[in-house]
């Protein structure tokens, strides 16, 4: 049983650029978060998706986008790259109304230059 | 504002020995806490979780505590393995209102274990 899947590992972007992060949720799970962690910091939240559409939002700029898939998965977009978005972004699967059985992903580290 | 205080932000320790983590939080109302494992360049792994009525949790060497009244909670790692060099991060879920942004994330305990 696969769980949470991040692609890519690993990205280098300049700054002003445009990325897209994929995820594709636990088998079974219809809900996916995606969070924000700076080196040495906790994750932050940044929104969350379930029946392809945004449910909640985190405080972040509207540079920060998303979308949902019949299939579960999902995109994390953010476009005109700041170096400050340099971190790991995490993407976390559960079952909407079980609370916060998360499972997370390994992850992308995303380097801004 | 919710607020999860985690300390120290880094320990280093030598194998074999114990260690304990602590957690604050102003979260209110209080649902449940959670404690991650995060390897580097991973995501976060739970280890365990109490609501406000449990006072503490295991899990094989890892022993979590909660006091509810002071809005304190710990973990504890025994014997520890090298395996154990990763961040721990304590995680606090608020209830009432949206369930995702009442989850509050502490900014993790650094362990580093020593041979």
């Known amino acids: 049983d696969a769980g949470v899947t991040q692609s890519p590992t690993h990205l280098i972007k300049t700054r002003g650029q445009q990325v897209t992060l994929r995820c594709s949720p636990k088998?079974?799970?219809?809900?996916v978060s995606w969070y924000q962690q700076a080196l040495g910091q906790g994750p932050q939240f940044i929104f969350q998706?379930?029946?392809?559409?945004?449910?909640q939002r985190g405080n972040f700029p509207d540079r920060f986008s998303g979308h949902q898939y019949p299939n579960y998965s999902s995109e994390l977009n953010v476009n005109a790259l700041l170096l400050g978005d340099s971190a790991l972004y995490l993407c976390?699967?559960?079952?909407?109304?079980?609370?916060?059985?998360?499972?997370f992903g390994s992850g992308t580290r995303l380097t801004v230059v | 504002k919710n607020q999860v205080e985690q300390s120290p932000q880094s320990l280093i320790i030598l194998e074999g020995k114990n260690c304990t983590l602590q957690?604050?939080?102003?979260?209110?109302?209080?649902?449940?806490l959670r404690w991650y494992k995060q390897d580097t360049g991973r995501g976060p792994v739970s280890l365990t979780i109490?609501?406000?009525?449990?006072n503490t949790k295991s899990n094989g060497r890892y022993t979590a505590t909660l006091d509810a009244d002071t809005k304190q909670s710990s973990l504890h790692i025994t014997a520890s393995q090298l395996s154990d060099s990763a961040s721990y991060i304590c995680?606090?879920?608020?209830?009432?209102?949206?369930?995702?942004?009442?989850?509050?994330f502490g900014s993790g305990t650094r362990l580093s274990i020593r041979p």
């Open positions: 957690c604050n939080y102003t979260v209110s109302p209080f649902s449940n």
């Open positions: 998706y379930y029946e392809e559409e945004e449910r």
């Open positions: 976390a699967s559960s079952i909407l109304g079980t609370g916060d059985g998360y499972t």
């Open positions: 088998s079974g799970h219809d809900t």
């Open positions: 109490m609501t406000f009525s449990e």
């Open positions: 995680v606090v879920r608020g209830t009432g209102g949206s369930s995702a942004s009442k989850i509050i």
